[in-house]
């Protein structure tokens, strides 16, 4: 048996038995990891009203070889986000950061996927504007540190880069877009049209360019576009659920 101390973003929690919770952690050292938390439930739990979604702290916990489930033994607070509650889209926004990590972090630790979520929702918390464009930019964000970064510049097929006036389309399979030529040789299915102001914007939400307040005019669109990439590339066809919740925030 190991004892482990290193920092955490809680991802999720699930109640256990009468008293206790279990936890999935984001951790800068050791990846994903689910421990438990007993006593957490009691009122006068050691761990205090500590332990919920998008807090940060200290975590240590014991491992113990073979085992999925480890026991917490300590979260020294660092940054509680319950403040994300009172606002549904942001609130919503973090649940989609959060299922991202759930659903495809490696088992491998990863510093800077780490970093990043913490990031995002700070952002979430503390920066005013459009918050939609802010959690379509973030949730990128994790989608390029997790490998699965679309294309937009050029062609997939044949590397034209399309001018900026053009109409381009989004192929959602192949996560990238395709010049008008290849779209008509290429038969492709699940091609998405991307107007040049559409096109743009999807640019700069990936490469973070249009951060600074970026106000979106196919936000629909984006949104939909980052949902069916995500079931496309990462989720074997099913959609993340925290979508449905910011599709009812946000029409
Ligand atoms: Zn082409």
């Known amino acids: 048996m190991a004892l482990v101390t290193t920092p955490a973003t809680v991802l999720k929690t699930y109640e256990y038995s009468e008293t206790s919770k279990i936890l999935r952690l984001l ?3 050791h990846g994903l990891c689910s421990v438990i938390a007993k006593g957490a439930r009691r009122p006068k739990s050691r761990f205090g009203g500590l332990l919920e979604p998008f807090t940060d702290g200290l975590a240590t916990f014991y491992t113990r070889e073979g085992r999925e489930l480890h026991t917490l033994s300590g979260f020294e607070l660092r940054r509680e986000r319950q403040a994300l509650g009172r606002e549904l889209v942001r609130f919503a926004g973090a649940g989609l950061l959060t299922e991202l990590i759930l659903r495809f972090a490696p088992s491998a630790p990863d510093r ?5 979520l913490g990031r995002g929702l700070d952002r979430l918390l503390e920066v005013g504007g459009d918050a939609e464009a802010m959690i379509l930019e973030e949730a990128w964000r994790l989608i390029a540190q997790l490998g699965f970064a679309p294309s937009v510049d050029c ?7 399309p001018a900026a006036e053009q109409t381009a389309h989004f192929d959602l399979t192949g996560g990238s877009i395709v010049c008008a030529r290849c779209r008509r040789v290429g038969r492709l299915r699940n091609l998405l049209e991307l107007k040049p102001q559409a096109r743009a914007e999807l640019a700069a939400l990936i ?3 249009g951060e600074n307040g970026q106000t979106l005019a196919a936000s629909r669109l984006q949104r939909h576009l980052l949902r069916d990439f995500i079931a496309y590339h990462l989720a ?3 959609p993340l659920n925290s979508f449905r919740f910011l599709d009812e925030r946000l029409g």
């Not at 800077?112 to 990043?116: K, Q």
């Open 207 to 209: 490469s973070g360019r």
């Open 155 to 161: 062609c997939s097929s044949c590397g034209t880069v």
């Open 236 to 238: 074997d066809e099913r």
């Open 27 to 29: 951790t800068r050292d």
């Open 112 to 116: 800077e996927l780490f970093r990043l």
